[in-house]
């Protein structure tokens, strides 16, 4: 049993981790609000901490384990530079500072697949040495740089504290911009161009923190399912036809909506998770194509199916701890 | 991808059949009993009287075939042809109108899977498709092209709702079948190539081709994989995955299309990530300076870069097998290379030919030389270490016997060679 602390408590994925983490661990999930989703057997606590708080609440609790999801840009729209610097970055930092001194034994951090960028020179599938180029981004990508350096230099200069960064592809988290982005009626791409991307769900993000908190190994994993899919293929599969433009192609803005650069549109950014199949023991357990008809509406059959299913597996579980 | 047992019959000298012939001997091995597949459409048109006597004795071997492959349908079309040219004029004109659509249906049928070509054949049942007078004749022919349509349009859409699939690499069969037509054409009749030595590539496992590049766009590349794909003796359509220069993934509708097609960006990476996968790899050690090369310099191999195919090869332990491809270097005759232009657009190169750019678009279009191309006895590398991909002395030699084995055998080509065109 380890005493795990889930800072961020917004976005699916949090809540995930700590539902399934509860099951065998002791988890406190901080947190500006409340969780999103049903967090298990997990505890919490709402507030905005500063530095001395954090630094009692991980002496008081004696934690062992911090998964560090408090980043501004993967569920929202960013606000100006200034606040996203302040969260994100000094956030980090000052969390790093109290997990030092609290005697926290590891780290996980949670980062972007997209991470190396977008370029002609990418290798078809990147591997976790891949030098990380976000200074010429905008927005989460350019912050995320910023963390992931300082996370590795804090890394070198503490051996004793175990750092992991996952590096997740973009989750099929349908509050999220990019997969609002790929839902809405007309999304456009770019004319003559169809690259290959990938899509986590949730819940193999969520199983890829677990294994990760079970396994302080360190050092960064991509996570991702193997398989990419055509950017086009994606959108059509979600219902909607893609509607090239030519305009970016000359002025290198992203079209209205879509919240990376115009490269990912571009060229191919799909990362290699064989770090975590044979470190961690990971792999997707979604093929890109089942992931994605789990966002598509259900048909009736479907709902009334899906429905007796879940109805089951409820009243198997209330069965169980009856037993119990 | 085929598991067809492979017919014995099938040499490979006439590429553009051999591959439709194999589907030819599966269907005739199940000529019995065609009623059990006739649906309620076939059953209608097998309901007809047995054929009558056509009023011209044809040289047909078999009386009514039971099942029609694509080839059959072309020779229909030749019969009723000649049948109506000794026929009046307005009978003549439906004998022509006739022969066209079947020779559409028969098109269309190469494209069609087994299963389809099936139900073609169970609609088709009991007609006689020499006799165009006959109404039943008429009838058949509708169903079949209503038929097809269909079927294209169901194609259409799916694609349209995405479904399809793609390999990690972004190859896309269904875009190589349509693609392939328009390749087997220019490697059959524009090109005219001779393709030797196929037997030295494996039908299965890991090999790298290594080929001299030429000829200002890399239509090389696509006739060594059409080679492969068409004549190769396992005839399993084998893809070959050529590694094209990474600058062709920033142009539009290219890299999509050269994705789907199995090509991958020529960086190291990919070429053992391929190999590791047990894939055919093709690389052009030339690279940019074998492609934009002048017409005076043809058939002098550049230098082969810096023998980075041959540590993708010992790092992965696949056979190295040379490929001599004589004929491309004359398709573009590339008199000088306008550098300025290139500059401004961003091009490695910009070809001055006879053609190009003076005619526009019409300069595109190669000219027809006769190629060959020569498929050389594998270079075993799993003598070496793995480790002797890190020791450029074992890399550079090999590298420089592997062109040395090109150029020798271009020369030989070239000497026996009467004709460019």
Known sequence: MT???????????????????????????????????????????????????????????????VVHFDLLGFNEPLPDHETTVQHNVIGTMELLGACRAAGVRHIVLRSHGWIYGASPLNPLFISEEHPIRTQHYRGLLRTLGEVEQIVSDFAARHPQITVTVLRCAPLLNPQSQLIRYL???????????????????????????????????????????????????????????????LGPLFDNQPPPGWPFEVDF?????????????????????????TALDSLKPLSPEEERAAAARALDEFLNRRRRTDER | MNDEPVDPQATPKEPRRSRRRRVQTVTVETEQGPLQAATDDGAEAGAVDP?????????????????????????????????????????????????????????????????????????????????????????GIGMVLRYQIDEQVNFIQRRLRGEYSTDPFGMDREIIEIARPFLTFMYTTWWRVTATGLEHVPAQGRALLVANHSGVLPWDGAMIATAVANEHPAQNERIVRSLHLHWFTTLPVIAPTLAALGQVPGIPENAIRLLEQDELVCVFPEGLKGVGKLFKDRYKLARFGRGGFVQAALRTQAPIIPVAVVGAEEIYPMLANAEGIAKLFGFPYFPLTPFFPWLGLLGVIPLPTRWSITFCPPIATNEY?????????????????????????????????????
């Not at chain 1, 500006?32 to 708080?53: K, M, V």
């Not at chain 1, 396994?215 to 036809?241: C, D, E, K, T, Y």
């Not at chain 2, 150029?407 to 065109?421: C, D, G, Y």
């Open chain 1, 183 to 245: 839902c809405s009626p007309s999304p456009q791409v770019l004319f003559g161009f169809d690259p290959m991307i990938q899509l986590l769900h949730v819940d193999d993000a969520a199983q890829a923190v677990v294994a990760a908190v079970q396994q302080p190994i360190g050092g960064a994993f991509n996570i991702a399912p193997a398989q990419p899919m055509p950017l086009s293929q994606v959108i059509r599969r979600l219902g909607h036809q893609p509607v090239p433009v």
């Open chain 2, 385 to 421: 270490e793995p480790a002797a991909a890190d020791d450029p002395i074992t890399v550079l030699a090999l590298s420089e016997q592997v062109r040395e084995i090109i150029q020798e055998t271009i020369n030989q080509k070239l000497a026996e060679r009467t004709s460019v065109f």
């Open chain 1, 265 to 289: 549109l571009r060229y191919r950014c799909t990362i290699d998770p064989q770090r975590a199949c044979r470190l961690l023991g990971w792999s997707a357990r979604y093929d890109m194509a």
């Open chain 2, 51 to 139: 054929p009558q006597p056509t009023p011209q004795p044809l040289e047909w071997d078999e009386p009514t075939p039971a099942r029609r492959t694509s080839e059959q349908f072309f020779e229909v079309e030749v019969d009723i042809r000649q049948q109506s040219d000794q026929q009046p004029s307005p009978q003549a004109a439906l004998g022509h109108f006739a022969a066209g659509v079947i020779r559409l249906i028969g098109e269309n049928l190469q494209r069609m899977t087994q299963a389809q070509i099936e139900r073609v054949n169970s609609m088709l049942q009991g007609v006689d498709l020499r006799d165009y007078l006959d109404p039943d004749f008429w009838k």
């Open chain 1, 3 to 65: 005493r795990v602390l889930i800072n961020g408590a917004k976005g699916m994925l949090s809540a995930r981790v700590a539902q399934l983490l509860s099951q065998q661990d002791e988890v406190i999930v901080l947190g500006r609000q409340l969780p999103e989703a049903p967090i298990g057997r997990a505890d919490w606590l709402t507030a905005h901490l500063d530095r001395h708080q954090l630094l009692e609440l991980l002496r008081a609790e004696q934690i062992e384990t």
